[in-house]
């Protein structure tokens, strides 16, 4: 019986140590490590054609799946133009979640104040981006739908570091029908936010409840990508309107 234990414990030693680690970055698909590494390649080298200078790219993990066989870990893509030292980084903010948000105040596009206290009684979803950001642009479009079915029930605040004329200049051509809120340099700072798009969604407490990133695109393969459905943010938003 002894040595029938000790076969077991053996087994199922070996069963955990040869579940194979995947990642994801629309929840159904699975990527090795290395092909995650390849797709971070293309997309620098993509990225760095479109916008004109160096750009980086790393993973942030979201969250994980153990199953019997394999480790899935759902990840995001971080753009910066700052070279990043590892290939994976922790998600930002997450020192603030499930607390009420830092208290803010920031001018709306046509010079009204406008603080967080403003957004109490309606769960908010908060978009950080800024106009070459090249996935805030392609996730906009998305956006914008999600937004127009859901403004009755929900605040959709758009925050930019940038000033009133590059703004308003943008949003000549590229429609994007949140509530804007600019100069938010000092805010963004205090934040750490050092990665765009972020997406912040908020019950109706004002309390900090997800931090997603943009929404994940869907590659159809090593080169070529499309932006999902945002169908990740629509699951957020329903939990959010029962809480």
């Known amino acids: 019986m002894k040595k029938l234990t000790s076969l ?17 970055t629309d929840g159904k698909n699975r990527l090795t490590e290395h092909q995650v590494k390849q797709v971070i390649s293309n997309l620098e080298e993509k990225m760095t054609k479109s916008l004109g200078v160096k750009i980086y790219a790393c993973l942030v993990e979201e969250k994980t799946q153990t199953k019997e066989d394999s480790i899935i870990v759902n990840v995001s893509f971080d753009m910066s133009d700052k070279k990043h030292d590892e290939l994976f980084k922790s998600t930002p903010l997450s020192e603030h979640k499930n607390k009420e948000f830092p208290k803010f105040s920031l001018n709306t596009l046509t010079g009204v104040k406008f603080d967080l206290e403003k957004l109490k009684g309606k769960p908010t979803m908060i978009n950080f981006w800024f106009t070459k950001c090249a996935p805030c642009i392609d996730e906009m479009p998305i956006l914008n739908k999600i937004k127009e079915k859901y403004k009755d029930d929900f605040n959709f605040i758009a925050i930019t570091y940038e000033k009133k004329e590059i703004v308003e200049n943008f949003l000549k051509s590229h429609p994007f029908d949140f509530e804007h809120l600019i ?16 997406n ?3 019950d109706k407490n004002g309390v900090l409840r997800y931090v997603e990133r943009g929404i994940p695109y869907n590659f159809i393969d090593e080169k070529e990508r499309e932006i999902g459905d945002g169908n990740e943010f629509i699951k957020i938003i329903e939990k959010l309107k029962s809480f």
């Open 183 to 198: 100069d938010a340099k000092d805010l963004i700072n205090e934040l750490g936010i050092k990665s765009f798009p972020l």
């Open 8 to 24: 077991l414990i053996l087994f199922v030693s070996v069963v955990s140590y040869s579940q194979t680690k995947y990642y994801s």
């Open 200 to 202: 912040l969604f908020f």
